[in-house]
């Protein structure tokens, strides 16, 4: 009987520290639309050391690009309906604002990105 509740709290132990294990840095995909003028996510949480793959698309019918200066990331001008696709690693923690550099856009086209630490 002992034994039993020895077991007992024996697997519980593991269920609690796999848990507690799980994997904060698989990738993370994020889709994005470029709109006219916005971008239809302007929020997007990441956990630090996580691998973020950004589907950018534009939806619009004007040109639009994503930069994220922290990270280097800056994509060309696309065009209506381009796309690029682009894999970072969210390396540092904190709030980052990611815009569209075309000429008056960035003040209604922008989002953040939320890097939160371990
Ligand atoms: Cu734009």
Known sequence: MKYKRILYLLCLSLLLISGCQA????????E???????FDV????????????IVYTNKGQL?????LEVFDIE???????AQDTFTF????????????S???HE????????????
């Not at 040109?63 to 930069?67: C, L, P, S």
């Not at 994509?75 to 309906?81: K, Q």
């Open 75 to 81: 994509t060309n001008v696309l065009a209506p309906g």
């Open 107 to 118: 003040t209604l086209m922008h989002g953040k990105l939320i890097i939160n630490g371990n």
């Open 23 to 30: 994997l904060p840095d698989a990738t993370q995909t994020v």
């Open 89 to 100: 690693n969210a390396t540092t923690p904190g709030e980052f604002v990611y815009y569209c």
């Open 102 to 104: 075309v000429p008056g």
């Open 32 to 38: 994005i639309a470029g709109e006219d003028i916005f």
């Open 63 to 67: 040109q639009h690009n994503f930069v």
């Open 42 to 53: 302007i929020d997007i949480e990441a956990v630090v050391g996580q691998d973020i793959t």
